[in-house]
């Protein structure tokens, strides 16, 4: 960086918050690993990988989630088998979306991943797509900053008493442009991202909310290397896709399922043949054990991506290596712990 660049870079830096600039010493471990539930791995250990998927989501809502909802060893029994199935199929990491509020439960994860062998990963952050029904009060009454220093807590301490430490930073929001609750997660989840280096996935309800969420990570100072765009096939839009995959965003297509199969590989190839391909997450965003209903009602498995989608693409003249890049490649590039800043480190 010369002179002119560094100034500019400073001068820039200026219009960004404080605490983007702030890096806390406390949360700068384990910079470059992925976290899973089970610990730290480096990325190179994290193998083919689903980005997107759930074990378990309970719909009931904010103010009456509660783990005293479900039988946790009747969750373990059903999930085990979807996991299982996967692992010989040739997964190895699989990152469980559910967030907070939404029935995210890490010592069920725990178990699972210590029973199957993958590596698991959770998060921190709350869920404001859905109308914010996912939404806990004090999100309400406190300020970005506060949902941060929650959010870095998990990272420094692990998740309510269990030291099980989350692997990114996982929000949502509704259709742009953004509410003032969604911009404050956003918010929040760039401040947590700068004192973490947690990656943001965030569940994104349309095209002008991921632009919007892009313009308040950049005033935070965090680079679009740092956002997955979670669900990016919703309100499907080539240009804007093209456009924040070439600025470094994460391009999630998380909808593989066999009635999909054929839309998602034109994805994929459509911003391969782009030369995106380096910016590229699949997964189906299936699962999962349901609260409420008997034996956790109905549960779709994780295999499509495996059995159909990953064929597909070999037809579709996929190389070994362009496959390896997609599976394990890019997510343990996307998910490799460290702050991604617009402003130079060296400022520090
Ligand atoms: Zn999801």
């Not at 869920?127 to 807590?153: C, F, M, S």
């Not at 290596?321 to 599976?327: D, K, S, T, V």
Request: aromatic letters at 8%.
């Amino acid at each position: 960086m010369n002179r002119r660049e560094f100034l500019l870079a400073g001068g820039l830096a200026g219009i960004g918050s404080l605490a983007a600039k702030y890096v806390d010493p406390q949360s700068s471990f384990h910079q470059g690993q992925i976290m899973t539930v089970l610990g730290p791995i480096p990325p190179e250990v994290l193998g083919s990988t689903l980005s997107h998927e759930h074990v378990l989501v309970d719909f009931i809502g904010a103010e009456a989630v509660s783990r005293d909802r479900y039988d946790a060893e009747e969750a373990y029994e059903v999930i085990l088998p979807y996991l299982q199935k996967v692992r010989e199929l040739g997964c190895q990491g699989f990152v469980e979306c559910t967030p907070a509020y939404l029935g995210r439960d890490p010592l069920l994860l725990k178990r699972l991943a210590d029973a199957t062998g993958l590596h698991l990963l959770t998060n921190t952050g709350y869920y404001g797509a859905a109308n914010d029904r996912y939404i806990p009060e004090h999100a309400y009454q406190e300020t970005a900053d506060q949902l941060a220093d929650r959010w870095v807590k998990e990272w420094q301490e692990g998740i309510e008493g269990t030291g099980i430490r989350p692997g990114f930073i996982k929000i949502g929001v509704d259709g742009g442009p953004l509410s003032e609750i969604d911009r404050k997660l956003a918010q929040a989840a760039a401040r947590t991202h700068t004192r973490t280096g947690l990656t943001i996935a965030s569940h994104t309800g349309n095209t002008r909310a991921a632009m919007d969420q892009m313009e308040i990570f950049a005033e935070e100072g965090v680079k679009p290397e740092a956002f997955i765009w979670v669900h990016a096939q919703s309100d499907w839009e080539l240009k804007s896709r093209i456009d924040a995959a070439q600025k470094g965003m994460w391009i999630e297509i998380d909808n593989i399922d066999t009635g999909s199969v054929a839309e998602c590989v034109n994805r994929v190839n459509t911003l391969k043949q782009r030369g995106l391909l380096s910016r590229l997450l699949v997964s189906h965003d299936a699962g999962w054990y349901s609260p409420g209903e008997p034996k956790g009602g109905s549960f779709r498995g994780f295999d499509t991506a495996y059995t159909t989608f990953l064929p597909a693409l070999r037809q579709a003249r996929w190389t070994e290596e362009e496959i390896h890049q997609l599976m394990v490649v890019n997510p343990s590039t996307a998910f490799a712990v460290r702050i991604r800043k617009t402003t130079s480190g060296s400022l520090f």
